[in-house]
Nanobody, 121 residues
Framework: QVQVVESGGGLVQPGGSLRLSCAAS????????MGWYRQAPGKQRELVAV???????NYADSVKGRFTITRDGAENTVYLQMDSLKPEDTDIYYC???????????????WGQGTLVTVSS
């Protein structure tokens, strides 16, 4: 069984920075991609940033130039550095991992519990 655990959320003033971390753990699995999504009450969950096992990245237009996603492949850990935070970045941030047990076995998704990011003065 694979699970992901997030950390690093909290309260920050507008213009400030936060770093989120997400670690995937379990037995005999490989990661295809890991990413961060966010969701506000009553709204759909939306992609923030994703990074593949090859290092390719994709960002939501609203965070380009402010957020940076990186990974430590050896540790199955992904980080989201969030700079120049705005009040509209306030959301619950969820870590997502797309994993597989062995080549050709098909992918499955794992979600974290979420971590709250609040941007407010």
């Amino acid at each position: 069984q694979v699970q992901v655990v997030e950390s690093g959320g909290g309260l920050v003033q507008p213009g400030g920075s936060l770093r989120l971390s997400c670690a995937a753990s379990g037995s005999r699995f490989s990661i295809n991609a890991m990413g961060w999504y966010r969701q506000a009450p009553g709204k759909q969950r939306e992609l923030v940033a994703v990074i593949t096992s090859s290092g390719s990245t994709n960002y939501a237009d609203s965070v380009k130039g402010r957020f940076t996603i990186t990974r430590d492949g050896a540790e199955n850990t992904v980080y989201l550095q969030m700079d120049s935070l705005k009040p509209e970045d306030t959301d619950i941030y969820y870590c997502n991992a797309v994993a597989y047990l062995r080549p050709g076995s098909g992918y499955f998704e794992v979600w974290g519990q979420g971590t709250l990011v609040t941007v407010s003065s």
